[in-house]
């Protein structure tokens, strides 16, 4: 309890943790006390009572200066805190400004690539009228324009959403997966040993597991690279032409190799049907004095024996 050293006087207010001086001497020589049991008393009790007066004031004095000390350090901590905050806060609003406008960009530049799209169609169709070495020079150039900036575009989208692939643990039959080698979608058809068949909207690829993930519904809506919208028979690894006339089938035949080789494809597939055998042996003729053609076979029965012709293309 705290005493008031000048009035001699009790202040009714109490400080937890610290001791206090008793005043005893003074309080007594207040009330009466006779003058020399007073006097006594200070000569036995000699500078000690002073001595703890002093080290008692002087740790209140300190222990004040220590409380307002701690305050202001809680008071600045606050108030870089609310500073580190806001700050955290502009980071995070560029971070997102800087995201909506790479966003934007990735839009725009998709948009633009649909159109290059539309315009590849037409140039192909113009293609097409023109003789067989130049025909080849421009679709070539063609196909590996929009090849090369749908893959980039696509890496592009992964990159920036940062989405985490998941690894395609159990491949089933029928399944839809994400490409890593085309970053393209494809429904799983076939699995033998290692090797997965898939379909990619008509485009057959031969992988492995290791390159095929599960897909996400960012995946499949926002990080899909839309494929090169080229003609049907131009873009499988199979070409049909059940009742074709040979005339009518060699247009055809001719840009489907065309394509094939420069697409890197091992080997393609055309159906002819068995029938009479005529249409085989005029296209199996053009196929044998073909130089981009290396050899030619019929599959096994159940991989359509005579009515198919395997085609095998230079490397």
Do not use: C
């Amino acid at each position: 309890m705290q005493f008031d050293p000048e009035k001699h006087i009790p202040t009714y207010q109490f400080k937890l943790g610290l001791p206090g001086n008793s005043f005893a001497i003074e309080v007594a020589s207040q009330l009466g006390l006779e003058e020399t049991l007073i006097q006594r008393a200070k000569e036995l009790t000699g500078n000690q009572n002073v001595e703890l007066t002093d080290l008692l004031k002087k740790m209140t004095e300190e222990k004040l200066e220590l409380s307002r000390q701690n305050y202001q350090f809680q008071l600045k901590t606050a108030l870089l805190n609310r500073k580190i905050e806001e700050h955290q806060q502009k980071i995070s609003h560029l971070e997102n400004e800087t995201k909506e406008i790479k966003k934007q960009s990735i839009r725009e530049a998709r948009d633009f690539l649909t159109s290059l799209q539309k315009e590849l169609n037409r140039e192909i169709d113009n293609i097409k009228k023109t003789d067989k070495e130049k025909r080849k020079t421009l679709l070539e150039n063609s196909f590996k324009k929009i090849t090369k900036m749908n893959l980039d575009l696509a890496r592009t989208e992964n990159e920036f959403f940062e989405e985490k692939r998941i690894p395609l643990k159990v491949p089933k039959t029928g399944q839809t997966v994400w490409v890593k080698d085309v970053e393209m979608e494809g429904e799983i058809i076939e699995i033998s040993a290692n090797n997965i068949k898939v379909d990619m909207n008509g485009i057959f690829l031969t992988t492995t597991k290791d390159k095929l993930f599960k897909i996400t519904s960012r995946k499949s809506k926002t990080a899909q690279p839309k494929k090169v919208t080229l003609p049907v028979r131009e873009t499988k690894f199979e070409l049909k032409l059940l009742g074709y006339r040979f005339e009518e089938a060699l247009p055809e035949i001719e840009v489907f190799i065309d394509k094939a080789v420069m697409s890197d494809l091992p080997f393609v597939r055309i159906v002819h049907g068995k029938g009479t055998g005529a249409l085989r042996s005029k296209i199996r003729q053009y196929l044998k004095n073909n130089k981009k053609v290396l050899d030619f076979y019929s599959p096994p029965p159940q991989a359509g024996g005579d009515g198919v012709t395997v085609v095998k293309l230079e490397g």
